[in-house]
């Protein structure tokens, strides 16, 4: 069974950056798609960046020059680092792996959340104005 930790969630002021990271045990983290996920109090879990087992990212439009995706296959870990943050980054940040191999580029896949099947249980962000 997958297991999903994520850590690195915090207050920061606007402006400010984080480092989100994910822990994965389990399965073969290598061929795993991984995505970063979002939800705010009131609102939609919403797609941040996924990143493929061959390395292709994608990224929410409205996050792009803001938030990267890495993998650090050594570690099982998946890295989603923030900066430039805003008030309404603040959200809840969960990440999701998808363990069917998937070898195609497909920016719509990757960001479908019912294409995940594990997650994590969320670290939470908070930026203040």
């Known amino acids: 069974q997958v297991q999903l930790v994520e850590s690195g969630g915090g207050l920061v002021q606007a402006g400010g950056s984080l480092r989100l990271s994910c822990a994965v045990s389990?399965?073969?983290?290598?061929?795993?798609?991984l995505g970063w996920f979002r939800q705010a109090p009131g609102k939609e879990r919403e797609f941040v960046a996924a990143?493929?087992?061959?390395?292709?990212?994608y990224c929410a439009d409205s996050l792009k020059g803001r938030f990267f995706i890495s993998r650090d296959n050594a570690k099982s870990t998946v890295f989603l680092q923030m900066s430039s943050l805003k008030p309404e980054d603040t959200a809840v940040y969960y990440c999701?792996?998808?363990?069917?191999?998937?070898?195609?580029?497909?920016?719509?896949?990757?960001?479908?959340?019912?294409?995940?099947?594990?997650w994590g249980q969320g670290t939470q962000v908070t930026v203040s104005s």
């Open positions: 990143i493929t087992w061959r390395r292709s990212t």
């Open positions: 389990g399965g073969t983290f290598s061929t795993y798609a």
């Open positions: 999701a792996v998808d363990q069917t191999f998937p070898n195609f580029d497909s920016e719509t896949y990757y960001k479908l959340s019912n294409n995940y099947n594990d």
